[in-house]
């Protein structure tokens, strides 16, 4: 079966404890059926919403070190490249030399980035990242996770309106990505201030070589808990799901937004249980429970609907 042959090279940031980054992505994707080779950007004990945490970080240097050692060995041949969060623009560019490279070697090679630069207005990685991911990342990605601040610092344009959105997206196709997901947004919902809205596009080429564009809107149930690893979680899903529908964003949002839900409901139960009736979870009672969710990974029952829009 040759879906057990797609693989997966993930550079995310590592922790001991709990999960973030390549732990949030790798098993996931491994029970769908990937090979994922992991790249730790940063080996932490635990994530940095904690009281404490150690850990070393990884230089562009040693970055260039580990993708040598697999090509020596000619292993070097992937299918998907998956990134998320990272603080140092060096480190950054050499993502974007190796994903150039492996693109030379497999022209059918999809970059999946998660641009993280920040949220609600303001950045919590180092200013210095946004060019970099602007003028240099974006344009080699092929699918494109950002939220609302995001999506707007790397077009340069607000999102008020539902076109806002839409336009936005648009320019961020001109920019490189065929596939687009606002992950969140402050766009008000139809279904009331307890959820929060998410748009998707998706461009396709057509048979005869002009290019068709779907476009999707979510409405997902906000939750008052602040969880680590989510992000990561949901590029790596969209990355499975658009495997599994390439030409149908509708179906892969879905699949991908009630994964989720399903993930996110069980670990909110599971931190309330711990913490015991009106007391706030800790960040070590609100760790995803990734592996208690696998038979909702696999085969996710789909509590969320896409709405396609026709404009």
Avoid at 14 to 39: C, M, T
Avoid at 56 to 85: F, S
Wanted: proline residues 5%; charged residues 20%.
């Amino acid at each position: 079966m040759h879906e057990m042959e797609c693989r997966v090279l993930s550079i995310q940031s590592h922790v001991v404890r709990g999960y973030v980054g390549n732990k949030s992505a790798s098993f996931p994707l491994q029970v769908l059926g990937f090979e994922v080779d992991s790249i730790n950007s940063v080996q932490f004990s635990n994530h940095t919403g904690y009281s404490h945490w150690k850990g070393q970080v990884l230089t562009a240097d040693e970055l260039h070190v580990l993708y040598e050692g697999i090509k020596l060995n000619n292993v070097h041949h992937y299918d998907y490249v998956l990134t998320g969060y990272t603080r140092d623009t060096s480190f950054l560019e050499m993502v974007v030399d190796i994903v150039q490279e492996l693109k030379r070697a497999n022209p059918n090679l999809v970059y999946v980035c998660d641009p993280v630069l920040g949220d609600h207005g303001s950045m919590y990685v180092p200013e210095n990242l946004h060019p970099v991911y602007k003028n240099k990342v974006v344009p080699v990605a092929d699918i494109i996770t950002p939220n609302q601040f995001e999506a707007e610092l790397l077009t340069g344009k607000n999102i008020s309106t539902e076109k806002d959105a839409v336009e936005v997206m648009d320019l961020l196709h001109k920019m490189g990505p065929d596939t687009v997901v606002i992950t969140s947004s402050d766009l008000p919902s139809r279904l009331g201030d307890r959820f929060l809205v998410s748009l998707g596009s998706q461009r396709t080429l057509m048979p005869d070589g002009t290019k068709s564009t779907q476009r999707v809107r979510m409405e997902i149930p906000k939750v008052d808990a602040v969880f680590v690893g989510t992000g990561d979680l949901f590029a790596a899903m969209l990355l499975a799901w658009t495997h599994h529908y390439p030409n149908d964003l509708k179906t892969a949002c879905e699949k991908t937004f009630s994964v989720m839900h399903h993930v996110i409901k069980r670990t909110i139960s599971y931190a309330h249980d711990l913490a015991g009736p009106g007391r706030k979870p800790s960040p070590p009672q609100l760790e995803l429970r990734m592996v208690q969710s696998k038979a909702d990974i696999e085969d996710p029952a789909i509590v969320m609907e896409a709405t396609v829009l026709n404009l």
